[in-house]
Structure formats: structure tokens, C-alpha cells
């Protein structure tokens, strides 16, 4: 039996599970986020299907009954690709597979499929390899490999039992290989980022798509790839920007996300240690997304986990412009004031209060306000140069490093 699978637009349901610590409304827009998701890798999410449970199904992700429910869906409509909203363990995989007799995707599959998609250097290429070999590892199955996949002809036929031990040896070398290769290129990006001297580093972070490239553009004057899809920026790009007298070097790199695969964040150590090294942070939040506040959880778990979220930070809340708070009718007495009806100024007198004046509200689509983003950028480095360089203005004279 050999079958053939589209892999590039393909039509996909979404499956996501509504556990009792979220409401459906935020199940729903991460269930949008996982559409986004899909669609950047160039699918097409035509129906969701969840369901309320305490916890994911340790067998099957979602109750039997359930699943049964996606696969007579998929039948009729025939379509050949289900996509989960969780990483799923690899029995879990197996089974769902047996019953849907499919092509099975999960959220990491998804992401590292972007990124794959994304890669442009050999470096980033590398790197992201390296971490779909580690997440596939422990999942070859018989129905699907994505090793198949990678080798060109798309959705073949699942290797029988001996391949699949063939497959895990050939992935294990490659593993090998690839953890060499990154070691050689990290020493040499250790090098490169030394010897950009003493100037300070101030380092662009935040979740996929809030304009992190778009500003990096407006401040610096160069030109990053930015786009209305995830992931638009892998590789790191440094500019050295000047403010009023102070240089400093800006970094623009991979923006993060909501359940980022391990995988990802341990093989992009590297590209990370630009963040790790910076000595202050620009923390992006894009505004007007009703998930922003879920988004800086996220970004900051994800500095946490990396040993940097006590960094001096800055809070640039972005798109501005694109916010929307939604008004309740005067005659409407029913309706109670949430979130969504909060106007910028009410927000700012929620917790972003309590950031002491470290924050700063701008559109960098449509350049407002970025003097004073300038500003305040230009005080918070001006604190750590004049720390670094105590006794002599024109010392920074000598770093005329080019931009990389
Ligand atoms: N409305 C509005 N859109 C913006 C603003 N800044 C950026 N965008 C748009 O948001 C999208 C994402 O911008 P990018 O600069 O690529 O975002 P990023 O954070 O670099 O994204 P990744 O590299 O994918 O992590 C693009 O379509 C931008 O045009 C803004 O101030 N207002
Ligand atoms: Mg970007």
C-alpha cells in the first residue's frame, strides 16, 4: 500500500483539548494561534474539534468517542491531516494513528516544521535540524516518518519494523553529526560576539509576530525580513545604532512562543545566547492581540528557562495603532467591564503600573511615538555605558565594528 500525501496546502482539522484551568474563549484563541500556525506552514484548518477534559487522554489525546467523531469527519470530507494543539507522546501518536489512519501533526511537529521552512543559513538550518531529529527519535511509527518526508518523497509508505530500527541508527548518527557541527559554529559566534568588544548589547525579544523586525527596521534603519506570519525571522541580525552620543549594538532575533519545543530552545542555544548576553532587553508585546498578557508569560518563561528574565527590560507595547477595545452601551446594564473594555490608559493603571516608568507604548508600523522610545531607550543605555566606561567619552571611537 503506498500512498501519496500533499504536504503544501493541505486541508487539516485542528483537535485541541479544554482543560478546567482554561475557559473556552482562551481555548479558542489558542486554537486561532494553532491555525496561524498552520496556516504559515502552508496549510488550511477547515474544522476544530475539542473537547472538555481535566487532563489530555494519556492514550489517545482525546476520549475514544471523540476521536472516533474526527476520524468519520475526516472520511467524508477526505481529508488526510490531523493536527493537535499539545505535543503528543509518541504512543499517543501510534494510537491515534491506528484509528485515523492518517497523517498525525502535533504543535511541535508544526513549529519545527516552520522553522525548517524558515531556515535561510546553514546555521539556522543546522540547528533546527538537529531538533527535529531529537524530536523524532523517540516517535517513528510506522504509519508516517517525517524522515521520509525530509528526504523529498512526501508522505510515503510507513518502513516496516527493521527500517525502523535502520531509520533510529541513521537518526542517532545524524544527531551526533549535527551536535558536532553546532559545537564548531558556537566557538566561532562566541568569538564573533567577543569580539564586538565592550559596547553595549541591547537585545529585541518577544513573541512571534509583535513587530520585533518591523522596529529593529524603523530604529536601525536596515532592512529585516518582517511579515504577517510566524517565525518570519530565525537567523540573528546585529546593527549598531547610535543615540544622541551612545552607540550601542541592537540584536533583532527568533521570536518565541506558547509551548516553544524544548528541542528548539536547547538547539538554538547559540542564537539564544544573544539574548543571554545582552545587557538589556526590549521586550515586545504586541497590544492590540487579546492574548498579549498570555503572550508575556510566555516570553517570560521562556527567559526564565534561559537565565535571563532579571535582566533590565524594557516593555514596548506595540501596534498601538491596531488596538481596539471593545464599549459597553450605556443602556446595557447586563454586561459587566472586562479586560476587553479596557481603553490604553486603563491599562496602564492595571499591573503595567507597577513596571516603574519601564515601559513605553508605541507603533512602530506607523512610527508613533518612537522619540520617545529613543528616550527612554537612551537613558537605560546610558546607565550601563557610563558604568562601562567610566573615564573616557571617546573611547567608544574604537568600536567601529561593522554591521554583521
Ligand atoms: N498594525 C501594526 N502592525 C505592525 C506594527 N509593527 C509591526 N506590525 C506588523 O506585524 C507583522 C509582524 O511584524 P514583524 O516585524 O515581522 O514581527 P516579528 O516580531 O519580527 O516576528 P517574528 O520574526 O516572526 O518573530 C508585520 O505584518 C508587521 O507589518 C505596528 O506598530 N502596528
Ligand atoms: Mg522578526
Redesign the pocket.
Known sequence: MIEERKVSSEKAVLIGVVTQHQDEQQSNEYLDELEFLTLTAGGEAVKRFTQKLEMPNPKTFIGAGKLEDVRAYMEAHHIETAIFDDELSSSQLRNIEKVLDCKVLDRTNLILDIFASRAQTSYARTQVELAQCQYLLPRLTRLWTHLERQKGGIGMRGPGETEIETDRRIIRDKITLLKKKLKIIDKQMAVQRKNRGKMVRVA?V????????????VVSKSD???????????DTTVRKVVIKNIPFLLT?T???IRKLPTQLVESFKSTLDEVREADLLLH?V?I?HPNFEDHIASVNKILDEIKSLDKPTLMVF?????YQHETIDEDDLVTEKTKVHFTLAEWEKTWMNKLNNNCIF?????K?NLEDFRVKVFEEVKKIHITRFPYNDFLYEEYTEEDS
Do not use: P, Q, R, W
Not at 318 to 322: H, P, Q, S, T, V
Open positions: 529585541l518577544g513573541y512571534t509576530n509583535v513587530g520585533k523586525s518591523t522596529l529593529m527596521n529585516v525580513f518582517a511579515e504577517n506570519k510566524l517565525f518570519a525571522t530565525l533583532d527568533v521570536g518565541f515586545v504586541d492590540s506595540n501596534k498601538i495603532d491596531a508605541i507603533s512602530a508600523l506607523n508613533e
